[in-house]
Protein backbone atom coordinates (compact mmCIF):
# COMPACT_ATOMS: atom_id res chain seq x y z
CA UNK A 1 0.00 0.00 0.00
CA UNK A 2 1.38 3.44 -0.83
CA UNK A 3 2.58 5.64 1.72
CA UNK A 4 0.28 8.96 1.50
CA UNK A 5 3.41 11.05 2.62
CA UNK A 6 5.33 10.16 -0.27
CA UNK A 7 2.14 10.61 -2.20
CA UNK A 8 1.21 14.14 -1.05
CA UNK A 9 5.16 15.42 -1.68
CA UNK A 10 4.57 14.42 -5.53
CA UNK A 11 1.76 16.42 -5.64
CA UNK A 12 3.11 19.31 -3.97
CA UNK A 13 5.28 20.77 -7.40
CA UNK A 14 6.69 23.90 -7.83
CA UNK A 15 3.87 25.55 -8.99
CA UNK A 16 1.74 24.85 -6.37
CA UNK A 17 4.00 25.23 -3.59
CA UNK A 18 4.13 28.71 -4.41
CA UNK A 19 0.33 29.27 -4.48
CA UNK A 20 -0.19 27.32 -1.61
CA UNK A 21 2.68 29.47 0.50
CA UNK A 22 0.51 32.27 -1.49
CA UNK A 23 -2.20 31.35 0.32
CA UNK A 24 -0.53 31.36 3.62
CA UNK A 25 1.84 34.21 4.35
CA UNK A 26 4.90 32.12 3.61
CA UNK A 27 6.61 33.84 0.53
CA UNK A 28 9.69 31.17 0.66
CA UNK A 29 8.85 27.94 -1.35
CA UNK A 30 11.35 25.99 0.78
CA UNK A 31 9.68 26.62 4.23
CA UNK A 32 6.44 26.44 2.28
CA UNK A 33 7.91 22.57 1.34
CA UNK A 34 9.03 22.47 4.98
CA UNK A 35 5.96 23.14 6.51
CA UNK A 36 3.66 21.48 4.37
CA UNK A 37 5.39 18.04 5.34
CA UNK A 38 5.35 19.17 8.95
CA UNK A 39 1.59 19.69 8.72
CA UNK A 40 0.87 16.77 6.40
CA UNK A 41 2.48 14.48 9.02
CA UNK A 42 0.46 15.80 11.83
CA UNK A 43 -2.75 15.19 10.44
CA UNK A 44 -1.76 11.67 9.34
CA UNK A 45 -0.47 11.25 13.05
CA UNK A 46 -3.77 12.25 14.08
CA UNK A 47 -5.92 10.54 11.63
CA UNK A 48 -3.82 7.36 12.97
CA UNK A 49 -4.60 8.11 16.39
CA UNK A 50 -8.53 8.35 15.79
CA UNK A 51 -8.12 5.56 14.22
CA UNK A 52 -6.74 3.34 16.59
CA UNK A 53 -10.06 2.07 18.02
CA UNK A 54 -12.86 0.14 16.78
CA UNK A 55 -15.00 2.67 16.16
CA UNK A 56 -12.93 5.51 15.52
CA UNK A 57 -11.99 3.46 12.40
CA UNK A 58 -15.58 3.04 11.67
CA UNK A 59 -16.36 6.65 11.96
CA UNK A 60 -13.75 7.50 9.68
CA UNK A 61 -14.37 5.26 7.39
CA UNK A 62 -18.21 6.36 7.04
CA UNK A 63 -17.12 10.20 7.12
CA UNK A 64 -14.36 9.31 4.29
CA UNK A 65 -17.59 7.54 2.01
CA UNK A 66 -19.59 10.47 2.85
CA UNK A 67 -17.64 13.73 2.77
CA UNK A 68 -14.33 12.86 0.92
CA UNK A 69 -14.59 10.59 -1.88
CA UNK A 70 -10.59 12.23 -3.03
CA UNK A 71 -12.96 14.38 -5.79
CA UNK A 72 -10.57 17.43 -4.11
CA UNK A 73 -7.62 16.03 -5.99
CA UNK A 74 -9.10 16.66 -9.30
CA UNK A 75 -8.30 20.08 -8.68
CA UNK A 76 -6.15 20.91 -6.27
CA UNK A 77 -4.97 24.17 -7.56
CA UNK A 78 -8.08 25.18 -7.68
CA UNK A 79 -9.38 24.01 -4.58
CA UNK A 80 -5.76 25.64 -2.80
CA UNK A 81 -7.18 29.37 -5.18
CA UNK A 82 -10.86 28.79 -4.32
CA UNK A 83 -11.63 28.52 -7.70
CA UNK A 84 -13.00 24.92 -7.13
CA UNK A 85 -15.92 25.19 -5.17
CA UNK A 86 -17.68 21.35 -4.28
CA UNK A 87 -20.92 20.76 -3.82
CA UNK A 88 -20.28 19.27 -0.98
CA UNK A 89 -19.17 21.87 1.31
CA UNK A 90 -17.93 19.87 4.16
CA UNK A 91 -15.33 18.33 1.44
CA UNK A 92 -13.17 21.91 1.72
CA UNK A 93 -14.06 22.63 5.40
CA UNK A 94 -10.74 23.06 6.42
CA UNK A 95 -11.45 24.79 9.47
CA UNK A 96 -14.44 22.42 10.80
CA UNK A 97 -11.93 19.06 9.57
CA UNK A 98 -9.27 20.57 12.19
CA UNK A 99 -11.19 21.57 14.97
CA UNK A 100 -12.20 18.13 15.28
CA UNK A 101 -9.23 16.39 13.89
CA UNK A 102 -7.12 17.88 16.78
CA UNK A 103 -9.18 18.02 19.77
CA UNK A 104 -7.72 16.92 23.03
CA UNK A 105 -4.21 17.93 21.74
CA UNK A 106 -2.41 21.35 22.65
CA UNK A 107 -3.09 23.09 19.38
CA UNK A 108 -0.77 25.96 20.48
CA UNK A 109 2.08 23.54 20.75
CA UNK A 110 1.89 21.90 17.42
CA UNK A 111 1.64 25.14 15.47
CA UNK A 112 4.98 26.56 17.33
CA UNK A 113 6.19 23.30 16.10
CA UNK A 114 5.58 22.99 12.78
CA UNK A 115 6.43 27.23 12.86
CA UNK A 116 9.52 26.46 14.45
CA UNK A 117 10.67 23.15 11.85
CA UNK A 118 10.26 25.63 8.43
CA UNK A 119 11.16 28.91 10.13
CA UNK A 120 7.68 30.60 9.85
CA UNK A 121 5.07 32.38 12.10
CA UNK A 122 2.09 30.52 14.25
CA UNK A 123 -0.34 32.75 11.86
CA UNK A 124 0.85 30.81 8.87
CA UNK A 125 1.43 27.08 10.55
CA UNK A 126 -2.50 27.56 11.51
CA UNK A 127 -3.36 28.70 7.81
CA UNK A 128 -1.23 25.72 6.22
CA UNK A 129 -2.69 23.24 8.33
CA UNK A 130 -6.21 23.99 7.83
CA UNK A 131 -5.13 24.55 3.69
CA UNK A 132 -4.08 20.93 4.02
CA UNK A 133 -6.89 19.07 6.23
CA UNK A 134 -9.19 18.66 3.65
CA UNK A 135 -6.43 17.32 0.70
CA UNK A 136 -5.62 14.80 3.49
CA UNK A 137 -9.21 13.70 4.24
CA UNK A 138 -9.40 12.99 0.09
CA UNK A 139 -6.07 11.83 -0.25
CA UNK A 140 -7.09 9.23 1.87
CA UNK A 141 -10.63 9.19 0.88
CA UNK A 142 -9.04 8.17 -2.48
CA UNK A 143 -7.11 5.40 -1.47
CA UNK A 144 -10.24 3.73 0.30
CA UNK A 145 -12.38 4.25 -2.57
CA UNK A 146 -9.90 3.24 -5.29
CA UNK A 147 -8.83 -0.21 -3.19
CA UNK A 148 -11.66 -0.97 -0.95
CA UNK A 149 -10.51 -0.50 1.91
CA UNK A 150 -12.33 -1.42 4.87
CA UNK A 151 -11.41 -0.19 8.57
CA UNK A 152 -8.43 -2.47 9.08
CA UNK A 153 -7.06 -1.43 5.43
CA UNK A 154 -7.64 2.66 6.60
CA UNK A 155 -5.26 1.46 9.63
CA UNK A 156 -2.53 -0.05 7.65
CA UNK A 157 -2.86 2.68 4.94
CA UNK A 158 -2.06 5.15 7.54
CA UNK A 159 0.76 3.08 9.99
CA UNK A 160 2.62 2.73 6.56
CA UNK A 161 2.24 6.29 6.38
CA UNK A 162 3.18 7.43 9.95
CA UNK A 163 5.55 4.94 11.29
CA UNK A 164 8.16 5.71 8.72
CA UNK A 165 7.54 9.18 8.82
CA UNK A 166 8.90 8.80 13.09
CA UNK A 167 11.97 7.80 11.63
CA UNK A 168 12.70 10.57 9.56
CA UNK A 169 15.11 12.97 11.35
CA UNK A 170 12.74 16.56 10.49
CA UNK A 171 9.26 14.71 11.27
CA UNK A 172 10.48 12.37 14.10
CA UNK A 173 10.44 15.02 16.99
CA UNK A 174 7.20 16.70 15.53
CA UNK A 175 4.97 13.58 15.57
CA UNK A 176 6.79 11.83 18.36
CA UNK A 177 5.64 15.13 20.94
CA UNK A 178 2.49 15.36 18.96
CA UNK A 179 1.79 11.52 19.91
CA UNK A 180 2.67 11.44 23.02
CA UNK A 181 0.65 13.88 24.47
CA UNK A 182 -1.09 13.56 27.62
CA UNK A 183 -4.78 14.31 25.72
CA UNK A 184 -6.09 11.16 23.93
CA UNK A 185 -6.96 12.98 21.16
CA UNK A 186 -9.45 10.81 20.45
CA UNK A 187 -11.54 12.76 18.50
CA UNK A 188 -13.96 9.88 16.94
CA UNK A 189 -14.80 8.92 20.71
CA UNK A 190 -16.02 12.11 21.50
CA UNK A 191 -18.15 11.91 17.67
CA UNK A 192 -19.36 8.59 18.77
CA UNK A 193 -20.97 9.56 21.48
CA UNK A 194 -22.45 12.30 19.80
CA UNK A 195 -23.90 9.74 17.39
CA UNK A 196 -23.86 9.27 13.29
CA UNK A 197 -26.98 11.63 12.77
CA UNK A 198 -25.11 14.51 14.27
CA UNK A 199 -21.75 13.45 12.79
CA UNK A 200 -23.07 13.78 9.28
CA UNK A 201 -25.10 17.12 9.78
CA UNK A 202 -22.92 19.13 11.30
CA UNK A 203 -18.68 17.32 12.04
CA UNK A 204 -16.98 18.47 9.66
CA UNK A 205 -19.22 22.02 8.74
CA UNK A 206 -22.49 20.89 8.19
CA UNK A 207 -25.01 23.34 9.90
Known sequence: MANLLDLFEQQMDGGLLEQLGSQVGISDPNKTKTAAKGAFSVL???????????QGASILSSVLDKDHDGSILDDVMGYVTGAMQPKNTRTVDGAGILSHLLSGTNHDNILSQVASMAGIDKNSSASLLMKLAPIAMGMLGKMKKENNLDENGLRDVLTQTVEPAKKDNMLGGLLGSFLDQDGDGSVMDDLGRMGMKAIFKGIFGGK
Open 44 to 54: MGALQKNASTD
